[in-house]
């Protein structure tokens, strides 16, 4: 069974220009969450999809992001425009617990490093 | 609100020895899940371990043990005869399903590094 995948595994891009980050969650996954990792810092959670629809975006952190999860499949993170704060490792996740579990065990990709230079 | 304390931010141990690292949260709730996860340099986060507020006895899962102290709020991850392998980012994290915000929160993380 395929893990989730991330993709790219780093971009780097300057100041202004737009990037796209994707994410295919484990087959079958209903949640899906977007967190960030500036360095040295703690993992930030973003967003939080539970099929197409958006459960929870208190996370992201201005109207230059912007996340889609078109037919509850995989997942993009649009940054437009990417200014230098948006730096970091992007982390997807996905889990297949449903309603009110504590043990909601996260799958998680191994990140896109985004360099804004 | 919620939030997870990790007050290490680097640990450095002697290969086969047994190392503690700390974890500290807060929540309002009764009903909560804490985690650990490591990361190892390749990037990618692993699930070590899981203890539920509920649960009686702390968790274990190979040499991983879970020092559940629901009083303090702390949830130390013990790693006992520390092996090369074990240098990477650990992250604890919890989840509070019945908050309006449910979703798993994680600290800064713990960078152990094992001298052999």
């Known amino acids: 069974e395929a893990g989730v995948t991330q993709f790219p595994s780093h971009s780097v891009i300057e100041k202004g220009q737009t990037v796209t980050l994707r994410c295919d969650p484990i087959?079958?996954?209903?949640?899906l969450y977007w967190y960030r990792r500036v360095m040295g810092k703690e993992i930030k959670f973003l967003l939080h999809?539970?099929?197409?629809?958006?459960?929870?975006e208190s996370g992201m952190p201005n109207n230059r992001f912007l996340a889609e999860r078109t037919g509850g499949t995989y997942s993009t993170l649009k940054v437009q425009p990417a200014e230098l704060e948006d730096s970091g490792v992007y982390f997807c996740?996905?889990?297949?617990?449903?309603?009110?579990?504590?043990?909601?065990?996260?799958?998680f990709g191994s990140g896109t490093q985004l360099s804004v230079l | 609100a919620q939030k997870i304390t990790q007050t290490q931010p680097g640990m450095f141990v002697q290969e086969k020895e047994a190392v503690t690292l700390d974890c500290t949260y807060d929540?309002?709730?009764?009903?909560?899940?804490l985690f650990w996860y490591k990361q190892p340099s390749s990037g990618e986060m692993i699930f070590l371990i899981y203890?539920?507020?509920?649960?009686?006895q702390n968790a274990t899962e190979g040499r991983y043990s879970l020092n559940f102290q629901k009083a303090r709020k702390s949830a130390n991850l013990v790693i006992s005869a520390s092996q090369l392998g074990d240098s990477a980012m650990y992250f604890c994290?919890?989840?509070?399903?019945?908050?309006?915000?449910?979703?798993?929160?994680f600290g800064s993380g713990t960078r152990l590094s094992i001298r052999p």
């Open positions: 996740a996905s889990s297949q617990v449903r309603g009110f579990a504590t043990n909601e065990k996260l799958f």
């Open positions: 087959s079958g996954h209903d949640n």
């Open positions: 999809f539970v099929k197409e629809s958006k459960q929870d």
């Open positions: 929540t309002s709730d009764q009903s909560y899940g």
């Open positions: 203890q539920g507020s509920y649960d009686e």
């Open positions: 994290a919890m989840r509070e399903p019945y908050s309006s915000a449910s979703k798993i929160i």
